[in-house]
C-alpha cells in the first residue's frame, strides 16, 4: 500500500490490517448493519495461505476507533487477467463504514491502490448500489427471504410444485446429518461441480474454512441408503444461515435430493436461531436462479460496481461466456479423479 494511503485526512487514517488487528475489525463487523460473512478477517488468511494470493486488508481508524474497513484480494493469472477484489471467492464485499467520510478514504485508497498495481480493473461485490456513476455487472442476483421459527410454516411458504419434491426426497428416505466431514462433502461436491463444467477448488480449501470458521462453517449430508447423494457447506453470520458450496451426485437428482438438503438445512437454521436464509448468487436465468425462485424467493440485484485501470470494459469470466463453451463440454467429460487433481490450478485464479 502506498504511503499515502496512511497519512491523516479529515482526522482520519486508512491503515493496513496487520495481525494482532483481527479482533478490532471481527469487532466492527460484528456490530455493522451492512457487514457480511465474507468481510471477516479469517478471510484474508483463507485466501493467502491457502489459495496463494496477495490481500490488502484496508481500514480506516479515528482516534483509535474503527469506522469503516474494505477488504481486497489481488488476483493475478495468465488465464484471467490481473484484478483487485471485494472479495474474491465471495459473493459479498465491498465498503462497510459507519460514515461518509470513512467511506470515502476507502474508495480514495482503494483506486488509488488498482492505479498503482496497474491491475486491469478494481471490483467492488457490493448488495446495493453504491457508486451510480462506475460500471456496474448486473450478471448476477441474490436470493434472501425471511424464514419462521415454526418448521411447518416454513414447508407451506415453499410453492407446492417445489414442496412436492422436498416430500418426493422424504417419501425416498433420504436422511440428513449436520457436521459432517471434508471427506464426503468433497467427493459429492467435486462431483457436482464437474457435471456442470466447472472446477474445483483444492481439499485443503473447505479444511481450512472449516477449522478457520468453526461452528460458523457446517457441512450438511445427505444420504440415500447409506450413501452419500447431497452436500453443503453452511455459513452461519448472526442470524442469518447461508447455504453456500452445495450440490448431488447425478443419482440424487432422481430422488429430489437438492430439494431435500436445503430443506433440512432450512430446519437446522431454525434450530440454530437463524431468521433469515440467504440462498446465495446465481446468474439471471441460469438453472439455479429458477430453482431459487420456485422456492418462492425473489431475487434481489447484485450491482458489483467496477473501477477500471486497464481493462477497456466490464469482464467477462463467467460460464455464460461464449469463448468458455468448448472447455466447459470438455470439462464434464473428465474423469473425477482428473477434475479434482488438475480443477484446483484453474479455479485458484478465477475468483
Same mark, same amino acid.
Given at each position: 500500500?502506498? /504511503?499515502?494511503?496512511?497519512?491523516?485526512?479529515?482526522?482520519?487514517?486508512?491503515?493496513?490490517?496487520?495481525?494482532?488487528?483481527?479482533?478490532?475489525?471481527?469487532?466492527?463487523?460484528?456490530?455493522?448493519?451492512?457487514?457480511?460473512?465474507?468481510?471477516?478477517?479469517?478471510?484474508?488468511?483463507?485466501?493467502?495461505?491457502?489459495?496463494?494470493?496477495?490481500?490488502?486488508?484496508?481500514?480506516?481508524?479515528?482516534?483509535?476507533?474503527?469506522?469503516?474497513?474494505?477488504?481486497?484480494?489481488?488476483?493475478?493469472?495468465?488465464?484471467?487477467?490481473?484484478?483487485?477484489?471485494?472479495?474474491?471467492?465471495?459473493?459479498?464485499?465491498? =465498503?462497510?463504514?459507519?460514515?461518509?467520510?470513512?467511506?470515502?478514504?476507502?474508495?480514495?485508497?482503494?483506486?488509488?491502490?488498482?492505479?498503482?498495481?496497474?491491475?486491469?480493473?478494481?471490483?467492488?461485490?457490493?448488495?446495493?448500489?453504491?457508486?451510480?456513476?462506475?460500471?456496474?455487472?448486473?450478471?448476477? =442476483?441474490?436470493?434472501?427471504? =425471511?424464514?419462521?421459527?415454526?418448521?411447518?410454516?416454513?414447508?407451506?411458504?415453499?410453492?407446492?410444485?417445489?414442496?412436492?419434491?422436498?416430500?418426493?426426497?422424504?417419501?425416498?428416505?433420504?436422511?440428513?446429518?449436520?457436521?459432517?466431514?471434508?471427506?464426503?462433502?468433497?467427493?459429492?461436491?467435486?462431483?457436482?461441480?464437474?457435471?456442470?463444467?466447472?472446477?474445483?477448488?483444492?481439499?485443503?480449501?473447505?479444511?481450512?474454512?472449516?477449522?478457520?470458521?468453526?461452528?460458523?462453517?457446517?457441512?450438511?449430508?445427505?444420504?440415500?441408503?447409506?450413501?452419500?447423494?447431497?452436500?453443503?457447506?453452511?455459513? $452461519?453470520?448472526?442470524?442469518?444461515?447461508?447455504?453456500?458450496?452445495?450440490?448431488?451426485?447425478?443419482?440424487?437428482?432422481?430422488?429430489?435430493?437438492?430439494?431435500?438438503? $436445503?430443506?433440512?438445512?432450512?430446519?437446522?437454521?431454525?434450530?440454530?436461531?437463524?431468521?433469515?436464509?440467504?440462498?446465495?448468487?446465481?446468474?439471471?436465468?441460469?438453472?439455479?436462479?429458477?430453482?431459487?425462485?420456485?422456492?418462492?424467493?425473489?431475487?434481489?440485484?447484485?450491482?458489483?460496481?467496477?473501477?477500471?485501470?486497464?481493462?477497456?470494459?466490464?469482464?467477462?469470466?463467467?460460464?455464460?461466456?461464449?469463448?468458455? /463453451?468448448?472447455?466447459?463440454?470438455?470439462?464434464?467429460?473428465?474423469?473425477?479423479?482428473?477434475?479434482?487433481?488438475?480443477?484446483?490450478?484453474?479455479?485458484?485464479?478465477?475468483?
Amino acid at each position: 500500500m502506498p /504511503d499515502r494511503a496512511d497519512r491523516p485526512i479529515n482526522c482520519c487514517v486508512v491503515k493496513r490490517l496487520e495481525q494482532g488487528d483481527e479482533r478490532r475489525w471481527n469487532d466492527f463487523v460484528a456490530d455493522a448493519p451492512q457487514a457480511t460473512f465474507f468481510h471477516r478477517a479469517a478471510w484474508r488468511g483463507i485466501i493467502e495461505q491457502v489459495l496463494g494470493h496477495r490481500s490488502h486488508y484496508l481500514y480506516v481508524e479515528r482516534d483509535g476507533v474503527i469506522t469503516g474497513i474494505l477488504p481486497l484480494a489481488e488476483i493475478r493469472s495468465r488465464l484471467f487477467g490481473h484484478a483487485l477484489i471485494s472479495t474474491p471467492f465471495c459473493v459479498y464485499g465491498g =465498503v462497510v463504514a459507519s460514515d461518509p467520510d470513512s467511506e470515502a478514504l476507502l474508495m480514495q485508497a482503494a483506486t488509488e491502490l488498482a492505479d498503482d498495481l496497474q491491475v486491469n480493473y478494481l471490483e467492488l461485490r457490493n448488495r446495493e448500489l453504491r457508486y451510480p456513476t462506475w460500471p456496474v455487472k448486473d450478471l448476477y =442476483v441474490s436470493f434472501r427471504k =425471511v424464514i419462521h421459527p415454526d418448521h411447518d410454516e416454513n414447508l407451506k411458504a415453499i410453492p407446492r410444485k417445489q414442496r412436492a419434491m422436498v416430500r418426493k426426497g422424504i417419501s425416498a428416505g433420504l436422511q440428513s446429518h449436520h457436521g459432517g466431514g471434508i471427506a464426503e462433502f468433497y467427493r459429492v461436491y467435486a462431483e457436482s461441480v464437474r457435471n456442470l463444467g466447472t472446477p474445483v477448488l483444492s481439499r485443503n480449501y473447505y479444511m481450512a474454512l472449516q477449522q478457520t470458521f468453526g461452528e460458523d462453517c457446517e457441512v450438511t449430508v445427505v444420504t440415500h441408503q447409506g450413501q452419500p447423494v447431497a452436500a453443503v457447506m453452511s455459513f $452461519y453470520f448472526r442470524d442469518e444461515v447461508h447455504p453456500y458450496y452445495g450440490g448431488s451426485v447425478a443419482r440424487g437428482r432422481d430422488l429430489a435430493a437438492n430439494d431435500f438438503m $436445503y430443506w433440512a438445512v432450512m430446519q437446522r437454521a431454525v434450530e440454530r436461531g437463524a431468521r433469515l436464509f440467504d440462498y446465495g448468487r446465481s446468474k439471471q436465468d441460469s438453472g439455479s436462479y429458477h430453482f431459487k425462485k420456485h422456492w418462492g424467493f425473489e431475487p434481489q440485484p447484485l450491482p458489483y460496481a467496477y473501477y477500471l485501470v486497464r481493462a477497456k470494459g466490464i469482464p467477462n469470466i463467467s460460464p455464460d461466456n461464449r469463448k468458455y /463453451d468448448l472447455f466447459i463440454r470438455a470439462w464434464k467429460q473428465l474423469p473425477l479423479p482428473v477434475s479434482c487433481a488438475v480443477g484446483p490450478w484453474l479455479a485458484r485464479d478465477l475468483g
